[in-house]
C-alpha cells in the first residue's frame, strides 16, 4: 500500500530514503557535468578516429548497461547497429557473469564497456579476447576497479565514472538514478566523435541544465499538486503501469522506466511503442485488468477482500514522426475499457534534452513510489 501522505512530508521522506535515491536524482545533472568533464580528461575530445565503426557492441551488467544500449541505438538511427552483449552465468553475481564477443566482431568494430562495479571477471575476459581480435575497446568503471588494468593492457581508452562522494563502496543499483547518466554521457561524447550521435559538449551541457530544470520541478520540497513525479507516482499507487510511448526519445525512456520501477519500487509494468501498443494492449485493457471488469460492490469486505489492481496508461510522448501521432487513438482506447490515462510531453529541445526530461521525471516517479510503498 502506497502512503501517500508521505509524498508531502520532505523529512519523512528523507528519513525513508536509506539508499539515498532521492539524493542521487537530484544530482543528475551534476552527474552529467562531472561524467562530460572525465569524458575530456580521458581525452575523448582530441580523438580523431579513421571513420565509423561497423557496429557498436556495448557490454555490462544489469540495468544501466541494457538501458545504455537501448538509448545509444535509439539515437544513432540507422547510423549503426549498436548491440548489447547480454552476459551469461549462473547468477547475477560479478564473478558469476560471462560476456561473449559474437563470431564476426573485428578490427572495424567498436566494444563499448559500461559497469558501475568494475570488478566482474568476465568483463575483463571479455577486454582480452576483444584485443585479441583487433577491436578497438572504451570503457566507462570506477576508477582503481580491476577493469582499468585490462583496459589499458589492451591499449584501449579508459573514462572514470562519475560517482558521488556519499556513495558507499558496495555498486550502486544499475536503476539507481545518476547511475546511467554516469555511464551513458562518456559514451555518448565518445560517439559523438565518431559521427554517430550528436553530443557535443554544449549539448551535454544544455542536458545536465535540464536535469537541474526537473530536479527543481519534481523535488521532495514541492507538494504533489505542482510535481509531475508525485503526481505520477499518487496515480500508480494501486495500478499496473501500462506505458505507452510515441516519439524518438520515449521508446527508451519507457522501456527505462519499466526496469527503474521493477528494481527501485519492485513493480511490475509493461511497456510498448504506439501505434502497435494499441493492438499489443488492447485484449488487457478489456480483461480483468481493466478498471470496468470490476465494479465496486457495495457489500464488499474491503478489510478481508485485497485491492484489486487495475491498469493505468501512461503515455509518454516525444515528437511524433512526420507530425502523425496516434495519441488521440490511445486516449479513445483507453476511455473506452474505464482505463484512466496519465500523460508527460517535454518541453521542446533538443533529442538529448527532451530524452534527459523523460527519464528524470520517471526516475522521480520511481523513487518516489519505493519509498511511500515501503520498498
Not at 562519475?162 to 561524447?189: D, H, I
Not at 527503474?260 to 519500487?265: H, P, S, T
Request: aromatic letters at 4%; one cysteine or more.
Amino acid at each position: 500500500m502506497l502512503d501517500e501522505s508521505l509524498l508531502d512530508a520532505p523529512e519523512a521522506l528523507s528519513a525513508a530514503d536509506r539508499r539515498g535515491l532521492l539524493r542521487g536524482a537530484a544530482e543528475a545533472g551534476a552527474r552529467v557535468r562531472t561524467a562530460a568533464r572525465h569524458a575530456a580528461e580521458a581525452g575523448i575530445p582530441e580523438l580523431k578516429p579513421d571513420g565509423r565503426p561497423r557496429a557498436v557492441l556495448i557490454a555490462g551488467p544489469g540495468a544501466a548497461a541494457i538501458s545504455a544500449a537501448d538509448l545509444l541505438g535509439t539515437l544513432a538511427g540507422a547510423g549503426c547497429p549498436v548491440i548489447r552483449l547480454a552476459p551469461t552465468g549462473v547468477a547475477p553475481a560479478a564473478g558469476a557473469l560471462r560476456w561473449e564477443l559474437p563470431g564476426w566482431a573485428g578490427p572495424v568494430d567498436l566494444l563499448l564497456i559500461a559497469t558501475p562495479d568494475g570488478s566482474e571477471p568476465g568483463l575483463s575476459l571479455l577486454v582480452e579476447q576483444a584485443y585479441r581480435r583487433g577491436c578497438t575497446v572504451a570503457a566507462v568503471a570506477p576508477a582503481r576497479s580491476p577493469l582499468t588494468e585490462s583496459v589499458d593492457g589492451a591499449h584501449g581508452l579508459f573514462v572514470q565514472m562519475a560517482t558521488a562522494p556519499y556513495e558507499p563502496g558496495a555498486p550502486s543499483a544499475a536503476s539507481a538514478p545518476g547511475v546511467l547518466w554516469a555511464l551513458l554521457t562518456p559514451l555518448l561524447a565518445l560517439l559523438d566523435r565518431t559521427g554517430l550521435v550528436t553530443a557535443p559538449p554544449e549539448a551535454l551541457q544544455k542536458v545536465a541544465d535540464r536535469l537541474d530544470q526537473i530536479a527543481e520541478r519534481c523535488g521532495p520540497a514541492v507538494a504533489t499538486y505542482n510535481n509531475p513525479a508525485k503526481t505520477l507516482a499518487a496515480e500508480l499507487a494501486e495500478a499496473l503501469p501500462v506505458i505507452w510511448t510515441e516519439g524518438t526519445s520515449a521508446g527508451p525512456a519507457g522501456r527505462r522506466f519499466v526496469g527503474a520501477l521493477a528494481e527501485l519500487a519492485g513493480r511490475p509494468a509493461l511497456a510498448a511503442e504506439l501505434p502497435e501498443a494499441l493492438d499489443a494492449h488492447s485484449v488487457l485493457l478489456s480483461g480483468a485488468l481493466a478498471a470496468g471488469a470490476d465494479p465496486d460492490d457495495f457489500f464488499r469486505d474491503r478489510v478481508e477482500e485485497a485491492q484489486v489492481m487495475h491498469a493505468r496508461v501512461v503515455l509518454l510522448r516525444d515528437r511524433p514522426t512526420s507530425g502523425l501521432s496516434a495519441a488521440p487513438a490511445a486516449r479513445e482506447l483507453a476511455l473506452s475499457h474505464d482505463t484512466p490515462i496519465s500523460e508527460l510531453e517535454p518541453e521542446d529541445g533538443g533529442d538529448l534534452e527532451t530524452l534527459a526530461e523523460l527519464i528524470a521525471i520517471t526516475d522521480f516517479a520511481a523513487v518516489y513510489l519505493a519509498l511511500a510503498s515501503g520498498a
